[in-house]
């Protein structure tokens, strides 16, 4: 296999909610703790690749114009507050060019031949960004940005967007929900923020089916977890037969995340990389991640420490703990709900 690429911008660490908000969770130093412990260890032997700039075209390929221009002039004007979560400064504007622009150009990258395994440490996070609205410390979202592109520019039928950050991806699925060429799957804590994603949202119209959401409640474990990422995400992966893979990587579903309640350790996400190789390898599918939450700085650092490897193939994936008493009422659900979609179980 060809080395992995690594993209990334100083920039991504110039954006501070706390300039307006002190206690914001979302700092620079999540990144900067980041690429300081992987500096240590270098870079995991990932090759590093410059994130450039996103053009306010690409950003329109899943953004109207009306926002771009929104936070582009609210930059320009010395920031402030979006809502009560979400605040930018005058840098935040180029930061944000640059993490999405981390997520297109991975997207070109791997979809050119130039690697089959790419990860963007970028911030601020997109996930939450809809179509006309930046929330939940997401300004553009990344992630859907380069699924745009990978259709309209290179001409894919079908991506595979894996979203396993604790909080549901609202934006990713309102930019995609009546698409049939992105199948969006989203395992989350529920309720939780944004308050969206129940089991029983599929998609609407042309995209009926392809929303999986997969709502755990506070205090979800491994078993769970897994289960529902064994029984449903993958089988529903491979029956799709994606061209591409992306995945919106949160690392806040870890048990020692500050934000949400949920119960997952270190090695979880190690488990879940190591299925995405597996079925990556399998159908030479380009794999490409792109950072999200995780706002304990040190185990984030660790985490994604833990994810590189095994997707690079240098380290095998831990052995999962038992599966947790009750997994199945959840998964026997969920199965329910998207079977009718998908082969499953």
């Known amino acids: 296999m ?12 110039t954006h501070d909610p706390r300039e307006f908000s002190p206690g914001h969770p979302d700092t620079p130093e999540r990144l900067l703790v980041l690429e300081r412990v992987l500096a240590e260890r270098d870079w995991l032997g990932w090759a590093r690749r410059a994130a450039p700039r996103a053009s306010e075209a690409e950003l329109e390929l899943a953004h109207t114009p009306a926002h771009v221009r929104f936070i582009r002039e609210l930059c320009e004007h010395g920031g402030g507050a979006i809502d009560a979560d979400t605040f930018v400064g005058r840098p935040s504007w180029v930061a944000a060019l640059h993490a999405a622009g981390a997520a297109r150009e991975l997207t070109r990258a791997l979809l050119a031949g130039e690697g089959q395994l790419a990860f963007a440490g970028v911030r601020p996070s997109g996930h939450h960004a809809e179509a006309g609205r930046a929330m939940g410390f997401c300004l553009f979202n990344n992630v859907a940005v380069a699924a745009a592109a990978a259709i309209a520019e290179h001409g894919l039928e079908r991506v595979l967007v894996i979203d396993w950050d604790v909080h549901h991806g609202n934006g990713t699925e309102q930019i995609f929900a009546s698409r049939s060429d992105v199948l969006f799957v989203s395992l989350h804590q529920a309720p939780l923020y944004p308050g969206t994603g129940p089991l029983e949202y599929v998609g609407e119209g042309p995209g009926e089916g392809y929303t ?15 289960e529902l990422f ?15 893979v992306l995945v919106s990587a949160g690392f806040d579903a870890h048990a020692a995340d500050p934000l949400a309640g949920c119960l997952l350790r270190t090695e979880t996400f190690a488990i879940m990389a190591g299925r995405l190789r597996e079925l990556t390898l399998a ?16 185990v984030l650092a ?21 599966t947790a008493s009750g997994t199945g009422r959840l998964t026997e659900r969920a199965i329910a709900r998207h079977g009718g979609y998908w082969p499953l179980g």
Do not use: H, K
């Open 2 to 13: 060809s080395v992995p690429l690594y993209f990334s911008d100083p920039a991504c660490m």
């Open 212 to 226: 999986i959401n997969l709502p755990v409640p506070p205090g979800t474990g491994e078993g769970v977890w897994m």
């Open 230 to 244: 064994d029984r449903v995400l993958m089988p529903a992966a491979r029956a799709y037969a994606p061209q591409l």
């Open 283 to 298: 159908a030479a599918i380009p794999l490409g991640l792109v950072l999200e939450g995780g706002y304990d700085r040190d």
């Open 302 to 322: 660790e985490c994604v420490c833990a994810v590189l490897p095994v997707l690079a193939g240098e380290q095998e994936p831990p052995a999962p703990l038992v």
